[in-house]
């Protein structure tokens, strides 16, 4: 059974005998949403997955679409209609020789859509006030101050989910960080796609736990545990680690993680060049 935050904090401060100092409390509360998003970005996490269409004929095409800002990363792509897949390819590495569908993302030097820095937001909160936020970035994320966490703009100034984090007051923000990535699809004839809808199956990051009886979206926590541990001993205990202190049991426990959320491809069929499987329709010489 996974830990809630009460869980691991209130251990981790028994372990140190600082149970009544609200101080560390706080630190090794932000300790558990800092690994915790730590191992959302290493691991695709099952409860995480999700499915993005992405539109690449839509008119916002400049060097590629954007994905979501808050994802973690890919596992696959793949075309809408014909439900061929796309070969993933770093961008620096792309062979213009190489006769088949791919693609590549990249993070575009633009800067993020737009900074703010006079940030109202409440706890328990869906709505948020800028005075100097004129422009409707619905459809982006948005993230407030120094809280880990996106939120989805659903409206000018309204976002999902529900903000839990402490109320924010003349603070800073930022719509689509400079850290969001563009995708761009390449067919055998080293073009650029731009006629047709893709399919991006991904995992993202979670929504940042601030309740004692929240549960983290993993399927274990222990490895989010020992270190959590290991960096409050180290920071609040003021004690002499080793480098190899937990260092064995947090990649234990990252194994067992990394088993509990394996990732499966589809059925293997034969495929072309070009990725895409083989049909009578297509080729009369292949299956029989």
């Known amino acids: 059974m996974s830990a809630t935050r009460g869980d691991i904090v209130e251990n981790t401060l028994r372990a140190l005998r600082k149970t009544l100092n609200s101080e560390d409390r706080e630190t090794v509360e932000g300790y558990c949403n800092r690994f915790y998003f730590d191992l959302c970005g290493l691991v695709p996490i099952k409860a995480l997955r999700r499915r993005a269409t992405i539109n690449l004929s839509s008119g916002d095409y400049s060097d590629g679409m954007w994905l979501p800002s808050n994802m973690a990363g890919i596992l696959r792509v793949f075309h809408v209609d014909d439900e061929y897949d796309f070969i993933d390819r770093d961008r620096a590495g792309i062979d213009y020789s190489e006769y088949s569908n791919r693609f590549y993302t990249y993070v575009p030097t633009d800067g993020p859509a737009h900074y703010g820095d006079d940030l109202f937001v409440r706890q328990a909160g869906t709505t948020f006030t800028s005075a100097g936020l004129a422009t409707d970035y619905t459809g982006s994320y ?29 603070s800073e923000f930022i ?114």
């Open 142 to 170: 948005v993230k407030f101050g120094n809280e880990p966490g996106l939120y989805l703009l659903t409206a000018i100034k309204t976002f999902t989910p529900t903000y839990w984090g402490p109320g924010l007051s003349s």
């Open 175 to 288: 719509i689509r960080p400079t850290n969001t990535e563009k995708i761009v699809c390449i067919n055998g004839d080293e073009d650029e796609i731009t006629d047709t809808e893709i399919y991006v199956d991904y995992w993202q990051y979670p929504v940042p736990i601030y309740k004692d009886n929240d549960a983290f979206l993993l399927p274990s926590t222990r490895a989010l545990e020992l270190m959590v541990m290991k960096e409050a001993m180290f920071v609040i205990g003021k004690r002499q680690l080793s480098s190899k202190t937990y260092d064995r049991d947090i990649q234990n426990a990252m194994d067992e993680l990394q088993s509990l959320c394996p990732t499966t491809g589809g059925s293997v069929k034969a495929k072309d060049v070009q990725n895409k499987s083989f049909t009578f329709d297509q080729n009369p010489f292949t299956d029989r």
